[in-house]
């Protein structure tokens, strides 16, 4: 799978002011493993390109800071 950059057009964004360092819950709960804690910044990222938008990541932050972003046909 591809390696995603920090960026605002993948499905699952994670706002870093927000996400708790060290925590790794959204990481935990993803089926598909694609996000991932980058070891410089001890934040959450999306490291891959896919995503079922199932949402157990967005439920499970204790800080709001994980953000599915439906596809307009999903919703």
Excluded: F
Aim: hydrophobic residues 35%.
């Amino acid at each position: 799978m591809p390696l995603v950059p920090q960026r605002a057009d993948v499905p699952v964004t994670i706002d870093e002011s927000k996400c708790i360092d060290g925590c790794t819950l959204c990481v935990d709960m993803c089926p598909l493993d694609s996000l991932a804690i980058d070891p410089d910044t001890s934040k959450a990222y999306m490291h891959v390109d896919e995503c079922w938008y199932c949402g157990p990541c967005a439920a499970r932050c204790p800080t709001g800071a994980v953000t599915v972003n439906m596809p307009y046909l999903l919703r």
